[in-house]
């Protein structure tokens, strides 16, 4: 998984409120395993019309916000169906940060296991970033190891994230890789128990 400190970069503008996983990833495209695949298909019924013809209207397919990776949402982001083909999708499509009001908790948790920061935006910052909301200002920095946003203009916004998930996001390492650091350890232990399971028996 690709490490995350500083990132800076074009900025899409979804403010929707309650935006769901099924309008993330729609369920006819969860028969995929790869994490691949499925930038293509990330909001596809608000992407393209019946047709399969991208419709001009939706954000991602305005002119400046090609290239984006990082998504400005709304309050309670990633909410329904816990399905973490969501953040794949996002991942896939380039984004590396989503900053929203606030996130569904299994979404929330499912970014840091995809190598996607997902920053929960207080009031104050939500207000600062005004000028990207309107289109004033395009791009914006996330500094990880500062826990803090920055503007072009010279001002940033600090927010906070829990010790462990910044750690996993700042190494690249996802549940598994957690847990191969300790492979020394799980491996004497395994040791130890196989010998004395084979003196019992």
């Not at 998984?1 to 495209?29: C, S, W, Y």
């Not at 305005?62 to 794949?88: K, M, T």
């Not at 010279?154 to 957690?178: I, N, P, Q, R």
Request: aromatic share 12%; charged share 25%.
């Amino acid at each position: 998984m690709e490490a995350f400190n500083q990132h800076r970069g074009k900025v899409a503008v979804l403010p929707n409120a309650n935006v769901d996983t099924d309008q993330i990833i729609p369920k006819q495209f969860l028969k995929r395993i790869e994490k691949s695949g499925f930038g293509d298909v990330l909001f596809y019924d608000w992407r393209y019309d019946e047709k399969g013809q991208p419709r001009p209207e939706f954000v991602l397919n305005h002119p400046e916000s090609q290239g984006a990776s990082i998504l400005l949402a709304g309050d309670n982001f990633g909410c329904g169906s816990s399905r973490e083909h969501a953040v794949w999708a996002l991942r896939d499509y380039g984004f590396r940060a989503i900053l929203a009001r606030s996130f569904a908790d299994i979404f929330y948790n499912n970014c840091f296991k995809n190598g996607v920061l997902p920053v929960v935006l207080s009031e104050e910052a939500w207000d600062g970033l005004e000028p990207i909301r309107q289109g004033v200002l395009r791009e914006l920095e996330v500094d990880l190891p500062g826990e803090v946003i920055r503007l072009p203009d010279g001002k940033s916004f600090s927010f906070t994230l829990a010790a462990h998930a910044k750690m996993m996001l700042m190494e690249g390492l996802d549940d598994v890789g957690v847990t191969l650091r300790h492979q020394q350890k799980i491996d004497r232990y395994e040791l130890y128990h196989r010998v004395a399971y084979q003196r019992v028996y």
